[in-house]
């Protein structure tokens, strides 16, 4: 079990399984082989920098250029982007914690493509969200349906608006209706995208559990909080009901917040009109 999972279970305990030295037990234990698997290196450098490069920018540490998992050169195109990977190697303290590092990470999976991942492939598996999103399976509990009717009906209503499409929530557990001609338009609206923002979205949908929440943060419907608080929405009604441990919880949604907005922020920049790219260049200046 990892960490972020283990935060989450503990927040759905009841007080009484949540207090007991078992649990302090099993944290201590899950916590100590964590530490021991996830030993980061030390940071090595003092100096963060950027250095423009035949149109492309490039990562420095101490002069020394960031290299790619296979060794090649770390380069960007956007300068945006590059200035927050700087930012987020330059936010390392004692150690450097991989982990926290997610737009490194999505413009090495970029850069590299390790999976060989073909866009097609990966917008069909993101179709497969669909059917299982979070915002789709409403709850027969009446106080959690009448809460998820307040806060998600009114973003699959214009979901559907703007999309031109056609999908309806399911209290059961049979899947949501959602039209052929509907998934149709949303995949095509999905290809529309270059590879590297599919890996944005990939990251972004996977950890909302929600193509709807993630193409309506794309779309500025919503921001990042509000995505994650409501596909955390019966959770947050559970913790309500019993209570939380707050440090589990702060983690937990901190963690999630930082995934999707790495995932939203790849999507956005690199969906950019080169027009755009270079007016926000210019403001960095």
Same mark, same amino acid.
């Given at each position: 079990?990892?960490?972020?999972?283990?935060?989450?279970?503990?927040?759905?305990?009841?007080?009484?399984?949540?207090?007991?030295?078992?649990l302090r037990s099993i944290i201590s234990h899950e916590y100590a082989a964590f530490k021991c698997y996830a030993t980061a290196p030390k940071r090595f450098y003092k100096k963060v920098g950027i250095i423009s490069s035949g149109g492309l920018y490039e990562i420095t540490l101490d002069n020394r250029k960031v290299k790619t998992p296979k060794g090649n050169v770390f380069k960007v195109d956007n300068k945006i982007l590059a200035l927050m990977i700087a930012k987020e190697w330059d936010s390392q303290l004692e150690e450097i914690q991989s982990s926290t590092m997610h737009l490194t990470a999505l413009c090495n999976t970029a850069l590299e493509n390790p999976n060989h991942v073909v866009k097609e492939e990966a917008v069909d598996k993101l179709m497969g969200y669909l059917e299982t999103d979070a915002v789709l399976y409403h709850s027969r509990n009446e106080e959690v349906n009448a809460l998820q009717k307040r806060e998600w009906s009114p973003l699959i209503e214009w979901f559907n608006k703007d999309f031109e499409v056609n999908i %309806?929530?399911?209290?059961?557990?049979?899947? /949501? !209706? +959602?039209?052929?001609?509907?998934?149709?338009?949303?995949? %095509?609206?999905?290809l529309s995208y270059n590879? /590297? !923002? +599919?890996?944005?979205?990939?990251?972004?949908?996977?950890?909302?559990?929600?193509?709807?929440?993630?193409?309506?943060?794309?779309?500025?419907?919503?921001?990042?909080?509000?995505?994650?608080?409501?596909?955390?929405?019966?959770?947050?009604?559970?913790?309500?009901?019993?209570?939380?441990v707050e440090w589990a919880h702060d983690i937990a949604q901190v963690d999630l917040q930082a995934r999707v907005a790495a995932g939203i922020i790849f999507i956005q920049l690199n969906s950019m009109s080169e027009d755009t790219k270079s007016k926000l260049a210019i403001k960095q200046k």
């Open positions: 079990m990892n960490m972020f999972n283990l935060f989450t279970s503990i927040n759905r305990c009841s007080p009484i399984v949540r207090n007991s030295d078992k %309806n929530a399911t209290t059961t557990f049979e899947d /949501p !209706s +959602i039209p052929s001609d509907s998934k149709e338009a949303i995949r %095509n609206h999905l590879l /590297p !923002s +599919i890996h944005g979205f990939n990251l972004a949908v996977e950890s909302l559990k929600s193509l709807i929440l993630t193409l309506s943060c794309v779309r500025r419907r919503i921001n990042v909080e509000q995505a994650v608080l409501l596909s955390r929405l019966e959770e947050e009604y559970q913790a309500g009901q019993w209570g939380r």
